[in-house]
């Protein structure tokens, strides 16, 4: 089973910002907090990834909460291009090469 | 540089019978894992393999089989075909060294359609 829950969906204004929330209470010490979305019928797109700090890269930024419990992706000026599903996961661990426990995700829309 | 290649994008298979679906890794990537999407859904991890030998396995059955070659591109085999197989197959790739906590890149999948 995914060990993140989601908003199942989201509206957002073009223009403004996208938070999305993440909860992983559950998350162990080396477990990585990962971001992906998928466009319909496309295969996942990796958005960004982060351990423990907070991370940013030229699509979004990841804010993970001191305590891990939790973590917002934010898409800092959101487009139509935007709207997607937005799958967080949880992945790491001990022999944990990369496996990926989706969940249902959350769909962002974002309108005009 | 080339990301995760995925063939054939579609195909069409009736029950019961075999279908290969192929993968070829991001450049400098060794590792490669299969997923399954059914409509509606998150994907699927089905299987992973590292220096040709499967390494985790998710929960599908024996009708799932891969196979990784030496140059790290990877296959994934379906027996016996049933109408539940039609899904999107989707590969991802990644480096095993820094695992884990690597980047892991998907390709666009293929689409299969069971009849």
């Known amino acids: 089973d995914a060990k993140t829950t989601q908003p199942p969906s989201m509206d957002c204004a073009e223009g403004r910002a996208a938070n999305l929330p993440c909860n992983h209470s559950?998350?162990?010490?080396?477990?990585?907090v990962y971001w992906y979305r998928q466009i319909h019928s496309q295969g996942p797109q990796y958005i960004i990834h982060?351990?423990?700090n907070n991370e940013t890269n030229e699509m979004a930024s990841l804010i993970i909460t001191e305590d891990r419990k939790s973590s917002t992706l934010i898409l800092p000026h959101a487009t139509l291009r935007d709207t997607a599903v937005y799958y967080c996961?949880?992945?790491?661990?001990?022999?944990?090469?990369?496996?990926?426990?989706f969940g249902q995700g959350t769909t962002l829309q974002v309108k005009p | 540089d080339a990301g995760v290649t995925q063939s054939p994008t579609h195909l069409i298979k009736t029950r019961g019978q075999q279908v290969t679906l192929r993968c070829s890794p991001k450049?400098?990537?060794?590792?490669v894992s299969w997923y399954q999407q059914a409509l509606g859904q998150g994907p699927q991890f089905i299987f992973q393999?590292?220096?040709?030998?499967?390494?985790q396995r998710g929960n599908f059955p024996d009708r799932f089989s891969g196979h990784q070659f030496p140059n790290y591109s990877s296959e994934l085999n379906v027996n016996a075909l049933l109408l539940g197989d039609s899904a999107l197959y989707l590969c991802?790739?990644?480096?095993?060294?820094?695992?884990?906590?690597?980047?892991?890149?998907f390709g666009e999948g293929s689409w299969l359609t069971v009849v």
């Open positions: 991802a790739s990644s480096r095993i060294q820094g695992a884990p906590g690597n980047t892991i890149y």
């Open positions: 450049s400098g990537h060794d590792t």
């Open positions: 982060g351990l423990k």
């Open positions: 393999y590292y220096e040709e030998e499967e390494r």
């Open positions: 559950t998350i162990s010490g080396n477990e990585y």
């Open positions: 996961i949880v992945s790491g661990g001990s022999g944990n090469t990369g496996k990926l426990i």
